[in-house]
Structures are given as C-alpha cells and as structure tokens.
Nanobody, 121 residues
Framework: QVQLVESGGGLVQAGSSLRLSCAAS????????MGWFRQAPGKEREFVVA????????AYADSVKGRFTISRDNAKITLYLQMNSLKPEDTAVYYC??????????????WGQGTQVTVSS
C-alpha cells in the first residue's frame, strides 16, 4: 500500500525559507514520478511541482518558478521541496503526491496527508 508522509511545514515570515520533506514507501518511490500540490483556504488544490523517478525532468507552476526547488533522494526514499522567498500567497496545505508525469504536471494516484505552510506578511 502506498504511504506518503509529509513534514517540515510551519509558520514563517515573508521572505523566509522552508524545506518540506515527504517520506515514501520504497516500492512507490523508486518507480514513480512525484510532486507537490497545495490547497489554500477556499481554493481548489493546485499543482506546484513534479519530478520524474530519476530526477531527470521537472515541471514547475509559474507562480513558484525561481523560488521553489524539488529534489529527491532515492537512497533515502525521500522527496524534498525547498521553498525560498516565501510570500503570503504561498500559504496553503502542501500535499506530496505520486503518480505518472503527464504533460507539464502530475496525475496523482496517491496522496500524503498534507502539511500546513503559513507565511505572514
């Protein structure tokens, strides 16, 4: 069974940095593209970033390009999201996801439980 567990969220000031982590079961992690989505209060869940299973390809939402960086360590079975220059509009619950890389996004078939990121102005 797929297991994805996020960590690293918190409350920070605008301009700060955070790094999210997602621990995955080995079977899922080694063969799956993975990524991050987020959902702000009152809004639909939206795509943030994705990475192929070998890290050879990434795709970013325009809103985070140049500020966020996705990476993965298959040996540690962990996915990361480095978030720099955070803005209040980045405030959301961030979800780790696994699934096929489709176009410039991810089509998740597994989700983590989410971690809250709050950016104060």
């Amino acid at each position: 069974q797929v297991q994805l567990v996020e960590s690293g969220g918190g409350l920070v000031q605008a301009g700060s940095s955070l790094r999210l982590s997602c621990a995955a079961s080995r079977r899922t992690f080694s063969r799956s593209a993975m990524g991050w989505f987020r959902q702000a209060p009152g809004k639909e869940r939206e795509f943030v970033v994705a990475i192929t299973w070998n890290g050879g390809r990434t795709a970013y939402a325009d809103s985070v390009k140049g500020r966020f960086t996705i990476s993965r360590d298959n040996a540690k079975i962990t996915l990361y999201l480095q978030m720099n220059s955070l803005k209040p509009e980045d405030t959301a619950v961030y979800y780790c996801a696994a699934g096929p890389f489709v176009g410039e996004s991810l089509r998740p078939d597994a989700w983590g439980q989410g971690t809250q990121v709050t950016v104060s102005s």
